[in-house]
């Protein structure tokens, strides 16, 4: 069965980094895209950007250009989140959906970012 | 950027009644190629979205078909028949016809 295992949760400092990873099984990684959502504490769905699993080509929408990077290891049908130099409104959950229509979900990252 | 107005906020409903939620874009989701990128997600407590419809009116592998949506252009509804217990949570609406992507602000389905 189509399955987006995400790895666990991440407390961190601010100005620290944290790569959370999305790894897919139970079809064809490279036939779909990957895109990230995040939500923060009570809050809805943002969309935050989506990558190629093909090419490797990263889209990110404007509120997350910079800090935020996208990446894949394509081999292990994984694909990561990458955000660097953590700040206080970075606590929140981020999910990895599957493709055009975000058909599966992975569980989420709740990522806490404290002093 | 697109904006999706979800109402209401709030929605009581009884056990095995009925329930509509309205999502309106500030502009049409008609795609150049002439599909509408219109979805609908059920967020239960502490889970992750779960697609409920896709495009309109497609409902999901698996998804029962008290659920019904429609619309088109700018205007948008799901229907939820003869609610039951596990249909309670967040529904929000995306549209991903225009970049960026973007979600309604949600609709929270509670017991009346």
């Known amino acids: 069965q189509i399955q987006l295992v995400q790895s666990g949760p991440e407390l961190k400092k601010p100005g620290e980094s944290v790569k959370i990873s999305c790894k897919a099984s139970?079809?064809?990684?490279?036939?779909?895209?990957m895109h990230w959502v995040k939500q923060a504490p009570g809050k809805g769905l943002k969309w935050m950007g989506w990558?190629?699993?093909?090419?490797?080509?990263?889209t990110y929408a404007d509120d997350f250009k910079g800090r935020f990077v996208f990446s894949l290891e394509a081999s292990a049908s994984t694909a990561n989140l990458q955000i660097s130099n953590l700040k206080n409104e970075d606590t929140a959950t981020y999910f990895c959906?599957?493709?055009?229509?975000?058909?599966?979900w992975g569980q989420g990252v709740m990522v806490t970012v404290s002093s | 950027d697109v904006v999706m107005t979800q109402t209401p906020v709030s929605l009581p409903v009884s056990l095995g009644g009925q329930a509509s939620i309205s999502c309106r874009s500030s502009?049409?989701?008609?795609?150049?190629?002439?599909?509408?990128?219109l979805h609908w997600y059920l967020q239960k407590p502490g889970q992750s979205p779960q697609l409920l419809i896709y495009?309109?009116?497609n409902r999901f592998s698996g998804v029962p078909d008290r659920f019904s949506g429609s619309g088109s252009g700018t205007d948008f509804t799901l229907k939820i028949s003869r609610v039951e217990p596990e249909d309670l949570g967040d529904y929000y609406c995306?549209?991903?016809?225009?970049?960026?992507?973007?979600f309604g602000g949600g609709t929270k389905l509670e017991l009346k």
């Open positions: 990558i190629n699993t093909y090419t490797g080509k990263p």
């Open positions: 959906a599957r493709g055009a229509s975000g058909d599966y």
């Open positions: 139970g079809y064809t990684f490279t036939d779909y895209a």
């Open positions: 995306l549209q991903s016809t225009h970049f960026p992507w973007t």
């Open positions: 495009r309109v009116s």
């Open positions: 502009q049409s989701l008609v795609h150049s190629n002439g599909n509408t990128y």
